[in-house]
Protein backbone atom coordinates (compact mmCIF):
# COMPACT_ATOMS: atom_id res chain seq x y z
CA UNK A 1 0.00 0.00 0.00
CA UNK A 2 1.65 3.05 -0.80
CA UNK A 3 -1.05 5.88 0.59
CA UNK A 4 -0.23 7.29 3.97
CA UNK A 5 -3.94 9.05 4.67
CA UNK A 6 -7.56 8.46 3.06
CA UNK A 7 -11.06 7.72 3.57
CA UNK A 8 -12.85 4.59 2.99
CA UNK A 9 -17.20 4.93 2.47
CA UNK A 10 -18.01 1.05 2.97
CA UNK A 11 -20.05 -0.58 5.22
CA UNK A 12 -18.19 -2.08 8.49
CA UNK A 13 -18.26 -5.81 9.72
CA UNK A 14 -15.77 -7.64 11.83
CA UNK A 15 -14.02 -9.42 8.92
CA UNK A 16 -13.35 -5.95 7.00
CA UNK A 17 -11.94 -4.42 10.39
CA UNK A 18 -9.82 -7.53 10.78
CA UNK A 19 -8.76 -6.80 7.12
CA UNK A 20 -7.74 -3.34 7.80
CA UNK A 21 -5.95 -4.46 10.44
CA UNK A 22 -3.78 -6.92 8.79
CA UNK A 23 -2.92 -4.27 5.58
CA UNK A 24 -2.28 -0.97 7.86
CA UNK A 25 -0.24 -3.30 10.32
CA UNK A 26 1.79 -4.12 7.62
CA UNK A 27 2.20 -0.91 5.47
CA UNK A 28 5.41 0.83 6.29
CA UNK A 29 3.62 3.92 4.56
CA UNK A 30 0.10 4.05 6.55
CA UNK A 31 0.00 6.89 8.74
CA UNK A 32 -4.17 7.01 9.19
CA UNK A 33 -7.70 6.21 7.49
CA UNK A 34 -11.17 7.37 8.32
CA UNK A 35 -14.16 4.81 7.77
CA UNK A 36 -17.34 5.82 7.07
CA UNK A 37 -20.19 3.58 6.63
CA UNK A 38 -23.30 4.41 5.44
CA UNK A 39 -25.49 3.15 8.67
CA UNK A 40 -24.17 3.30 11.68
CA UNK A 41 -23.35 0.35 14.56
CA UNK A 42 -22.16 -1.06 17.34
CA UNK A 43 -18.23 -1.20 16.43
CA UNK A 44 -16.99 -2.11 19.60
CA UNK A 45 -18.14 -6.00 19.47
CA UNK A 46 -15.82 -6.26 16.78
CA UNK A 47 -13.06 -4.37 18.02
CA UNK A 48 -12.95 -6.09 21.12
CA UNK A 49 -12.18 -9.27 19.23
CA UNK A 50 -8.62 -8.33 18.37
CA UNK A 51 -8.12 -4.99 20.50
CA UNK A 52 -7.76 -3.77 23.60
CA UNK A 53 -10.00 -1.24 24.99
CA UNK A 54 -8.15 2.05 26.60
CA UNK A 55 -9.68 4.32 29.66
CA UNK A 56 -10.01 7.91 27.81
CA UNK A 57 -12.49 9.31 29.44
CA UNK A 58 -15.64 10.27 27.27
CA UNK A 59 -13.50 8.68 23.78
CA UNK A 60 -14.07 5.01 22.82
CA UNK A 61 -10.94 3.82 21.79
CA UNK A 62 -8.91 0.55 21.24
CA UNK A 63 -5.31 -0.40 20.29
CA UNK A 64 -4.15 -3.14 18.57
CA UNK A 65 0.28 -3.67 18.97
CA UNK A 66 1.40 -4.43 16.02
CA UNK A 67 3.47 -7.81 16.21
CA UNK A 68 6.26 -7.40 14.52
CA UNK A 69 6.99 -3.93 15.51
CA UNK A 70 7.63 -3.38 19.17
CA UNK A 71 6.66 0.14 19.40
CA UNK A 72 4.24 0.74 17.11
CA UNK A 73 0.27 0.35 17.29
CA UNK A 74 -2.65 0.60 15.18
CA UNK A 75 -5.63 3.04 17.23
CA UNK A 76 -9.18 2.77 16.32
CA UNK A 77 -11.02 5.55 17.38
CA UNK A 78 -14.56 5.34 17.38
CA UNK A 79 -16.56 8.58 16.74
CA UNK A 80 -20.16 8.58 16.37
CA UNK A 81 -20.64 6.56 13.17
CA UNK A 82 -17.12 6.25 11.90
CA UNK A 83 -14.00 5.12 13.02
CA UNK A 84 -10.55 6.85 12.24
CA UNK A 85 -7.61 4.47 12.31
CA UNK A 86 -3.64 5.71 13.35
CA UNK A 87 -0.74 3.84 13.55
CA UNK A 88 1.17 5.96 16.50
CA UNK A 89 4.12 4.77 18.35
CA UNK A 90 3.26 3.16 22.12
Known amino acids: MHFKRFVI ?3 ITDQFLIDLKDL ?3 ST ?7 EPDEG ?4 EYLESFCEK ?3 GEEVI ?8 S ?3 LEFKVDYNRI ?3 KKNF
Do not use: Q
Open 71 to 73: NKV
Open 9 to 11: FWD
Open 54 to 56: VES
Open 24 to 26: FSK
Open 41 to 44: DNYS
Open 62 to 69: YRYKIPDD
Open 29 to 35: NFESCTV
Open 84 to 86: VIE
